[in-house]
């Protein structure tokens, strides 16, 4: 890695020297942008325009262009670009990621690129990690883009759009002053999906992006499609939405049939499982093996000579799964119960996600554990990694404070570089070592009294810790030191903004999950500034941000201490560990802890020892290669979909603009493939019209082709787990897994043909399709995809059309 970080580091120094002629060249335009009347902006932006339709590039007009944003920002933010800012959009522009420590000021960064390359009127997309940062920036960016003549859009969840809407000034003075953690929502106006991205830029989430993507391919007609392609994104906090996020591919689903029963089954025989006896248990990589005893157990249980040939894959994935929900997924750390369901806790930032749900049996299967009302398997209807996604653009950048330490990944599976950019201020943030203890108890007595002691003096204090319940847990000991405090449980992110953004004041002290607020600036002294009081606290020391375990990765840590000594600020951090943390017990801290026992060391006293201090940094490196494999597996086996997907998914394509090349492709297929089938369809044909003909084929092959690609989808699920058990052959799974889902693959193609012609065999009437008994059970759910795997597909009604685009009613169709 020295060697790496070395070769990154020489080509971030090379890249802002060479950078150094630009921004020369910007501020040397800056007298000339001065002189400008504010109506003179909108106009410079349309001879940009006229510019590069003349055949001038981007980087042509980039200084003029940079210096016309900055002199927007200085009219209408008050704010002017710094030459670091400068150099970050640049690399930005470049398709680079800028690492910029927190408060440098990316918020204002991305403007200068985003303006730049929206002017192609390809629409250009900024995403950030939620749909409160989404809208905030929006709104405080917003006077910028406009002041230049851009319209700007959000995209949020929920289906909620809106387009940035300036008609409302009365309210700028209160945006000036808290628009940093607030939003004044009197700037969005709500508005169609489509109107969001026809924008010149558009704010939104990952998430949302995705999902847009996966529902644009399941639309029945161009007019339900909202995105326009894949043009140019900046991805702010890149390396929690590339990296941390990347681990689970994004998937929409509609409800499928297996009974809650079936579940319970499972629980029981799960229940009666004993870890090291039946399964082991492998914590690193949170799995579970079942032994030879394990399953012959489950075999009598369920009265089957053989799982394996007798019940096939199904019943060994359910089986797995239940254990899985038994042995790994603990109770009120991965999930809670809240009135009657299962709440994913983000191992992230600690904070529950209601609504979303583990896939593939998951959910049920803990849901079925915990004796609450097991709510019914849904069915991927599509699905695709962040990592496929965001390779989608023509050119893509991100921004964050923490990207050199994963550079590697970036580059390998982004081919995105990482540029160092230097800060506008020194950072004189002093980060102590870790203090280590022997046991959690210990640790905590010890931060409940060092937060006092730094309360006294008035020194502002945030706590970063790594779950709710270790929130609740510290503010136990708090209060038994008698310090009062703020515990960051919000509900929504805008409250956790308007908390957080307080953090800087005299006398604050704040516990919070390591990633809470992020995207949220801590000013010393508050927000809005108290001039007496920021002084105050940078004579106190600044903010002391306190890490109560070290995160899985080294890159989260980073973040957290980020929070403090921007700009220059003074500030200190340091870490309290224990022996018992999470990361430690599962990397045998067994050894050092008798050790320390032998010695006779009190519990809430910290030892610092160089030994201890590199296990648990080599503790985290190897966790960070874990993860790191397991995104490149994943990313390995979606590469294997992403193949399929495009054919699929370019052929729905085809349909929707009832291309008839795109149609006449397909019959000439079937024709070829089945005797028989060129009179048939030519018989159709001039039975029906050539119009209707093509029109009720175009339906025709889009309803087959989503029907087979879900239960395409779900046998590739199937796929997957079983040539994993495989494994333990000889034979590698990934190549298997591609073997058998090519020819899988295929023959769900010929089907579709089948399928296809075996519908056209049957059509009688114009935009009518008679069914006799499809040869297999097409699914019939509304596609209308709901938000991560998670809640019910709405049902097709009696008296609704079909689905299947034959106009008639449900109940007379594929309802009968
Ligand atoms: P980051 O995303 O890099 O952590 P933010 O975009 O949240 O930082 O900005 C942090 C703070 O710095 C904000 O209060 C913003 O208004 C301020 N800021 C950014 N750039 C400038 C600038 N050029 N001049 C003055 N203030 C700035
Ligand atoms: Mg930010």
Known sequence: MGILTSIFGDASSKFVREAGPIVNKINALEEEMVKLADSDFALKTASFRQRLKEGESLDDILPEAFALVREAAKRKLKERHYDVQLIGGLALHRGKISEMKTGEGKTLVATLPIYLNALTGEGAHLVTVNDYLARRDAVLMGQIYNFLGLSVGVINSQNVSYVYDESHNQKDAERDQVGEFKIVYDFLKPCSRREAYNADITYGTNHEFGFDYLRDNL???????????????????????????????????????????????????????????????????????????????????????????????????????????????????????????????????????????????????IEAKEGVKIEKETRSSGSITFQNYFRFYKKLSGMTGTAATSAEEFL?????????????????????????????????????????????????????????????????????????????????????????????????????????????????????????????????????????????????????????????????????????????????????????????????????????????????????????????????????????????????????????????????????????????????????????????VRRIVLYVNDALWMEHLEAMDYLRSSVNLRAYGQREPIVEYKKEGLAMFKAMEYSLRDQVFSLISTMNEPAQVEIN??????????????????????????????PCGSGKKYKKCHGA
Request: glycine share 8%.
């Open 773 to 802: 008994q499809p040869k297999q059970t097409l699914v019939v759910s509304h596609n209308e995809p709901s938000e991560v795997s998670g809640k019910q597909e709405k049902e097709v009604g009696r008296n609704d059309p079909c």
């Open 219 to 365: 639309a029945n007609s161009m007019n339900d499609v909202v995105q326009r392609g894949h043009h140019y994104a900046i991805v702010d906090e890149v390396d929690s939405i590339l990296i941390d996020e990347a681990r689970t591919p994004l998937i929409i689903s509609s409800a499928s049939e297996d009974s809650g029963d079936f579940y319970i089954k499972f629980y029981q025989i799960a229940r009666q499982m004993k870890r090291d006896v039946d399964y082991t248990v492998d914590e690193k990589m949170k799995a579970i093996a079942l032994t030879d005893e394990g399953i012959n157990k489950a075999e009598n249980l369920l009265g089957v000579g053989n799982i394996y040939t007798e019940k096939g894959i199904k019943y060994v994935h359910h089986l797995e799964t239940a254990v899985r929900a038994q042995a790994i997924f603990e109770k009120d750390k991965d999930y809670v119960v809240k009135e009657g369901e299962v709440i994913i806790v983000d191992p992230f930032t600690g904070r529950l996600q209601p609504g979303r749900r583990w896939s593939e049996g998951v959910h049920q299967a």
């Open 412 to 696: 390998k599976v982004y081919g995105l570089d990482v540029i160092v950019v230097p800060t506008h201020r020194p950072v004189v943030r002093r980060d102590a070592p870790d203090l280590i203890f022997q046991t959690e108890k210990g640790k905590f007595q010890a931060i409940a009294r060092k937060v006092k002691e730094l309360n006294r003096k008035g020194q502002p204090v945030l706590i970063g810790t790594i779950s709710i319940e270790k929130n609740e847990l510290l503010s136990v000991y708090l209060r038994q030191e008698g310090v009062p405090h703020t515990i960051l449980n919000a509900k929504n992110h805008e409250k956790e903004g308007e908390i957080i953004a307080q953090a800087g004041r005299v006398g604050a002290v704040t516990i919070a999950t390591n990633m809470a607020g992020r995207g949220i600036d801590i000013k010393l002294g508050g927000n809005p500034l108290v001039e007496e009081e920021h002084e105050k606290v940078r004579n106190f020391g600044g903010l002391f941000v306190l890490g109560t375990e070290r995160h899985e990765a080294r890159r989260i840590d980073n973040q957290l201490r980020g929070r403090s000594g921007r700009q220059g600020d003074p500030g200190e951090t340091q870490f309290f560990v224990s022996l018992e943390d999470d990361l430690m017990r599962v990397f045998g801290a067994e050894k050092i802890k008798n050790m320390m026992g032998r010695f006779g060391i009190p519990e809430d006293v910290p030892i610092e020892n160089r030994f201890v201090g590199r296990s648990l940094e080599n503790a985290q490196a190897k966790i960070e290669g874990f993860h790191f494999d397991a995104r490149k597996y994943t990313l390995e086996y979606d590469n294997v979909m992403n193949y399929q997907r495009q054919i699929v998914y370019a052929r729905r394509q085809k349909m929707m603009v009832s291309n008839k090349e795109g149609i006449d492709e397909l019959l000439n297929k079937i024709i070829e493939e089945r005797e028989g089938a060129k009179k048939i369809i030519e018989e159709k044909k001039g039975k029906l019209g050539e119009d209707a003909f093509y029109e009720t």
